[in-house]
C-alpha cells in the first residue's frame, strides 16, 4: 500500500509483529490491524491466540501506533492468504546498507543468488540462532519481503536493527579487503574438513548453479558435505546446507 510518498508493506505472524515493534527496525510503522473478534475483553477468559494479540497492543500503544480492527477476510487478504495469527503489520520496507569491503572479524556468511524467499527467511533465522555476526547477499537474492520476515520468524528484523546484513557492492573490492578465513561450499571439495575457527566467511551459492568461480578462486577452503545418497537426490536444501557447514566451520564456544 501507499501512504503519501512512502511505501508500505504488510508483515504478519506474531514472531515478526513482535520484533518489528521490539527492534525499531522499520522506518516507520503505519497501523496494526488484529481480527474484531480479538478486542480487549477483561471478562474473557483468555486463549493463547488473545494473550498474544493482547501483547502485540500494548506495544503498538507504547509507540502510539494506530489499531485497526478489521476482518478475518481482510487480514488474509493483506497477507496474501498466508498464515498471520490474526494480525498485520503496515510498515516500511527493509532498508539494508551496501557493502563496499568484506568482513576483518566475526563470524560471517555471504549468500549468492539465494531468490527463494523462504529458503532466505530459514538461513536467517538459522544464523541468529546459531552466533552469525553478519550475512552479505550477492548476486540475485531475494528482495527482503514480508515472506522473507515471516520464513525467519523475526530474525530479519534482529539483522536489519543491528546493520547485520548487507548486500555485496562488487565482489573483487569485497574479497580484495576480506582478512577473515574464506571457506566456500561446492560439490568437490573437502568433505571432511572441521575447523574450530572463531572467525571466517562461509560463502554459500544457489543448490542448482552453487557459487560462481569469482568467489570460490578467493577461497582458502573449499568445502563439502557428504551426502549417502547422492545418486537419488543431488544437493541438501541450502537452509540445512548452511546450518550443517555454520555448525561444522566454526567453534561451538564462540
Request: net charge positive; hydrophobic share 40%; charged share 15%.
Amino acid at each position: 500500500s501507499n501512504q503519501g510518498t512512502q511505501i508500505m508493506e504488510h508483515l504478519y505472524g506474531f514472531n515478526v509483529v513482535k520484533a518489528v515493534l521490539t527492534c525499531k527496525s522499520r522506518q516507520r510503522i503505519q497501523r496494526l490491524f488484529v481480527h474484531s473478534n480479538l478486542k480487549d475483553n477483561p471478562k474473557l477468559t483468555k486463549s493463547a491466540l488473545q494473550t498474544k494479540v493482547d501483547q502485540i497492543m500494548d506495544l503498538a500503544r507504547l509507540e502510539n501506533i494506530p489499531i485497526v480492527h478489521t476482518s478475518k477476510l481482510e487480514l488474509n487478504r493483506m497477507a496474501h492468504d498466508r498464515p498471520n495469527q490474526n494480525m498485520v503489520l503496515e510498515a516500511t520496507p527493509a532498508k539494508i546498507c551496501v557493502s563496499e569491503s568484506g568482513p576483518v572479524s566475526g563470524r560471517n556468511l555471504l549468500l549468492h543468488n539465494v531468490g527463494d524467499p523462504q529458503n532466505l527467511g530459514s538461513i536467517l533465522r538459522t544464523c541468529l540462532l546459531m552466533n552469525i555476526d553478519h550475512i552479505f547477499l550477492s548476486g540475485g537474492c531475494s528482495q527482503l519481503s514480508p515472506v522473507v520476515a515471516k520464513a525467519s520468524s523475526g530474525a530479519l528484523e534482529h539483522f536489519l536493527s543491528n546493520d547485520g546484513i548487507s548486500q555485496v557492492a562488487g565482489l573483487t573490492k569485497f574479497f580484495e579487503s576480506t582478512t577473515v578465513p574464506i571457506m566456500a561450499a561446492v560439490c568437490n571439495g573437502t568433505p571432511d574438513i572441521t575447523t574450530t575457527s572463531k572467525t571466517g566467511l562461509i560463502c554459500v551459492g544457489s543448490e542448482g548453479a552453487g557459487l560462481p568461480g569469482a568467489i570460490t578462486s578467493k577461497a582458502t577452503t573449499l568445502v563439502t558435505l557428504p551426502m549417502a545418497r547422492s545418486d537419488l537426490v543431488d544437493s541438501f536444501n541450502i537452509s540445512v546446507a548452511t546450518a550443517l557447514l555454520i555448525n561444522k566451520l566454526f567453534s561451538s564456544s564462540s
